[in-house]
């Protein structure tokens, strides 16, 4: 089997898609293990994998934040946010914040919203006396409260793939993204202070009742979304057509949206959720290999011999999920080890939502992280920072994310107290 490695290591050098590198590895895996007549029955495997209702939503949700971002959102936000918190010291830190609250609304990707906002926020922030790096590396942390408030692309795959209730993961996401935005409102606050930062009233900010009308139609968005869920009005599914309903109607009350901008925004759609779904085919042969070759049992055996249960084990995973996280894609490191883990994690009486929350939003860290921190290489890219200067700035950030992530494994009621009021089982 030393075979695998190597070839797993010859076409990532290559630069081979990742959907094809575990596609091509996972067949010869079932060659040289001697199960190739189970190849037969892949293609149901791979629709088997797909074919969860959950799933539905995800293009619809991916299609509601292109729809948005088209329609000239992000303006309106960044108006509001500067009308609330911009006369503060570090005010742009803290609007960039509060920006990234809003759109997370929106996009439910934090790749999404680094890409939106850097561009806005960096070179504002650099020409009010701010350093571009710590602009950038605010940016980027900021970001990544986009997949934990909802709506969640990553939420969607792991309630798919655990059948978890979406709709739970959506309102446990809530209070971790406020945590997580305090968090590092705080630390903005504490730097802005030590670096005298700018700040103060200023003739040109916004007013708040104009900027708060302007903004309401994208601000009511995640309202609606998580309003039709928790009321038991519809299923994740209905709920994300309802948001796209709600984004075209929403759209014109911006720039307007022309025939070419919903073509584009279904093109855009079309290449994430494709992007996605072949990485969940590629992976599930391998999972299927996994299970044929008892590869999960063998798992928990090994993790069980180190007497860890419970809490204990939970961490075991956040520091499993950190360090995947710093070398994979999000979607693939969710597919790929969720399998793996989860079972274990439930048998031992870990509350599901709990764990999708804190495993999401354990591998959110490893966005801002290097070596391959995706929100990193997306600031970098557009603002042409120097990355590893970008990522030597951004870790103040990193360790108030990892502390508020140890904060969440450690007390799940932060992550369950929201769904349990709106009537979800979560005992």
Known sequence: MWFLPLLFLVL????????????????????????????????????????????????LFILTAEIMTRAGVTRSLIDFALSIVGRLRGGLGHVNILTSVFFAGISGSAIADSAALSRTFVPEMEARGYDRYYAGAITAASSMIGPIIPPSIIMIIYGGLTGTSVAALFAAGVIPGILLAVALMVLNAVI??????????????????????????????????????????????????VAVLFALIAGQFYTGLSRSMILDALEATARLTGTIF?????????????????????????????????????FFLVGIFLIAGMFMDTPVALTLLIPLFAPQALEQGI??????????????VGLITPPLGKCL???????????????????????????????LAYWPELCLRLPRLAGFSVD
């Open 12 to 59: 990532l050098i290559s630069g081979t898609a990742f959907a094809y590198l575990m596609g091509a590895v996972s067949v010869f895996a079932f060659i040289l293990a001697g199960k190739a007549q189970f190849l037969s029955v892949m293609p149901q495997r791979i629709f088997a994998q797909l074919d969860v209702f959950a799933f539905m939503a995800m293009p």
């Open 192 to 241: 802005a202070r030590v670096r005298n930062h700018p700040g103060g009233p200023s003739p040109d900010l916004p007013k708040f009742w104009p900027s708060l009308l302007r903004a309401a139609p994208a601000l009511l968005l995640p309202v609606v979304i998580l309003g039709t869920l928790v009321l038991g009005l519809a299923t994740p599914t209905e709920g994300s057509a």
């Open 278 to 314: 072949i990485i969940l085919a590629a992976i599930s042969i391998l999972g299927f290999l996994a299970g044929q070759l008892g590869w999960s049992k063998a798992l928990a055996e090994w993790v069980g011999s180190f007497g860890l249960a419970g809490t204990k084990y939970l």
């Open 351 to 364: 509350n599901p939502i709990h764990l999708g929350i804190v495993l999401c939003f354990n591998l959110c």
């Open 377 to 407: 290489v997306v600031v970098s890219a557009l603002t042409n920072l120097n990355y590893w200067r970008l990522a030597y700035t951004a870790l103040p950030f990193v360790a108030a994310q990892v502390l508020l992530l140890a904060s």
